[in-house]
């Protein structure tokens, strides 16, 4: 995931608009990326997930595109709406030694203006 | 089924005092993992369990150790309190490597 910094980067969008939310990952052997989605004062909420074989996978109003080549994740969410708006976070996944733990980003938070 | 549950919500503590912050998961998941969660950052990894009996360091183990003696429970001690573990706890749990991790509600825990 992204490196760890003190300032979440924002993105604010119109109510009904599309909102595409980036991630640069570090470790290209991982198997699995996926997004989550925390909401304030609550535990992170599973998104979706990308196999590192797939390059796109489509859920209920959210997209994630895998860009393997530059090491790129991005989720994108179709008819934005104010339950939308929360801090999202990537996360990849590397099996084997690690057993499967999670290796988070540093989140970008969303806003959904009405 | 309840999820996975945490207690307590809120906890101060003062510099040096020990306590154990509680996680329980009704889902029979034999992954389980304790992060913590400091502002405007990430959750990093503090320990993991991939069954009862088995535990690991993630990567900010020192200062916390953990048990596993069941399936559902996975305990997270603080044993001697620090400022520098001021911050959000959660735990976590899964189906053995399955990538979809079920959260509980966070501990926000305050050291004095």
């Known amino acids: 995931g992204e490196s760890v910094g003190l300032h979440l980067p924002t993105l604010s969008v119109q109510e009904g608009d599309n909102s595409i939310i980036n991630c640069a990952y570090s470790?290209?052997?991982?198997?699995?990326f996926i997004w989550y989605k925390q909401e304030s004062g609550k535990g992170p909420q599973f998104i979706i997930d990308?196999?590192?074989?797939?390059d796109k996978r489509q859920g209920q109003r959210v997209t994630v595109l895998l860009n393997k080549t530059v090491k790129h994740l991005s989720l994108q969410i179709a008819a934005t709406q104010p339950g939308d708006s929360a801090v999202y976070f990537c996360?990849?996944?590397?099996?084997?030694?690690?057993?499967?733990?999670?290796?988070f980003g540093k989140g970008t938070k969303l806003s959904v203006k009405p | 089924n309840a999820g996975v549950t945490q207690t307590p919500k809120f906890q101060v503590l003062k510099t040096g005092q020990s306590m154990t912050l509680q996680c329980a998961q009704d889902?029979?998941?034999?992954?389980m993992s304790w992060y913590r969660q400091d502002p405007g950052m990430g959750l990093r990894l503090i320990h993991y369990?991939?069954?009862?009996?088995?535990?690991d360091q993630g990567e900010v183990p020192n200062g916390y150790n953990v048990s596993r003696s069941t399936t559902e429970d996975f305990p997270l001690r603080l044993l001697s309190a620090a400022p520098s573990q001021t911050s959000v706890y959660f735990c976590?749990?899964?189906?053995?490597?399955?990538?979809?991790?079920?959260f509980g509600p966070g501990t926000r825990l305050t050291v004095l």
């Open positions: 976590a749990s899964s189906f053995g490597q399955d990538p979809q991790q079920f």
């Open positions: 470790n290209s052997a991982s198997d699995y």
């Open positions: 990308i196999r590192s074989n797939m």
């Open positions: 996360a990849e996944i590397l099996y084997g030694g690690s057993q499967g733990n999670l290796i």
């Open positions: 889902m029979n998941h034999e992954y």
């Open positions: 369990s991939v069954g009862a009996g088995i535990t």
